[in-house]
């Protein structure tokens, strides 16, 4: 045990915040949640981030809720960030709304524009920025994988694939906007389609409605990481999650967290 206090326990994490919220009227996909791992390909084009130990001790825990589809002639809500211990991926970026006079937002990924202009920037290393438009359309949000609107107008950016869980799944992706055609494509990965809110636990931005109804909402965050079978991990009450074991390694997916106060104590 003395060992383990002195360089501590061997961790891999996939940390995933919520996703942004549509915008509406020509609005833009919402952004997905920022992605960041140590255990393969980051967001944002980044290689897999540094490995990391922790000793034991308590950890702050929290899984990033999605934001809110707009549901009048605005821009859609960021979501929230989603926490690990010392690592922070940040909020998607809400879409923008109203023809353009609502703009998109900066986040993990960035929001798709509505009207004419740039999408919402993405974080380094985290996602990839929303798509741009031009008159009377609304973009993709971006992409933990791609930039919004990469594959046309109305295209979310594509997500990120991870086999962290033991299975490739593929999250973080944009949510759909007003395309050129009238209607867009959700990013795989999560993303939204139009009016549709992004999957809960990839980080999904949600889709822009095509028509009078309200815009989807970002889809909650995720955070996964793994600890040898021998560590002991208690959770804080308000903490949803479920473990499995193989191969002397546990895998701990955190799919909600009641508050932003929770923890996980590992000993």
Do not use: C, K
């Not at 003395?2 to 919220?21: E, Q």
């Not at 899984?63 to 821009?75: D, L, N, P, Q």
Request: glycine share 32%.
């Amino acid at each position: 045990m003395s060992a383990v206090r002195n360089f501590g326990f061997p961790v891999s994490y996939l940390v995933i915040a919520g996703g942004g919220g549509a915008g509406r009227i020509y609005g833009g996909g919402g952004g997905s949640g920022g992605y960041r791992t140590n255990a393969g390909t980051s967001g944002g084009g980044a290689s897999a981030e540094d490995s990391l130990r922790l000793t034991p001790g308590v950890y702050s825990l929290i899984v990033g809720a999605g934001g809110a589809g707009s549901t009048t002639a605005t821009s859609g809500v960021n979501g929230s960030n989603s926490v690990f211990a010392s690592v922070t991926s940040v909020a998607g970026g809400g879409g923008g709304g109203n023809n353009g006079s609502a703009p998109p937002f900066a986040g993990g990924s960035g929001g798709g524009r509505s009207g004419s202009g740039s999408g919402g920037a993405g974080t380094a290393s985290q996602g990839f920025a929303g798509g741009n438009a031009s008159a009377a359309q609304g973009a993709g949000g971006g992409g933990a994988g791609e930039a919004g609107s990469t594959d046309g107008l109305g295209h979310g950016g594509g997500g990120v694939s991870s086999s962290i869980t033991g299975s490739a799944v593929t999250r973080g992706g944009g949510g759909a906007g007003w395309g050129s055609a009238g209607s867009g494509v959700a990013g795989d990965g999560g993303g939204g389609a139009n009016g549709v809110a992004g999957t809960v636990n990839t980080g999904g931005g949600g889709g822009a409605s095509v028509t009078s109804g309200d815009s989807g909402s970002g889809g909650s965050g995720v955070v996964v990481f793994t600890l040898p079978e021998y560590a002991s991990v208690i959770f804080s009450g308000g903490v949803t999650e479920t473990h499995s074991t193989a191969s002397g390694v546990t895998v701990y997916t955190v799919t909600a967290t009641s508050t932003d106060s929770e923890t996980v104590t590992i000993s």
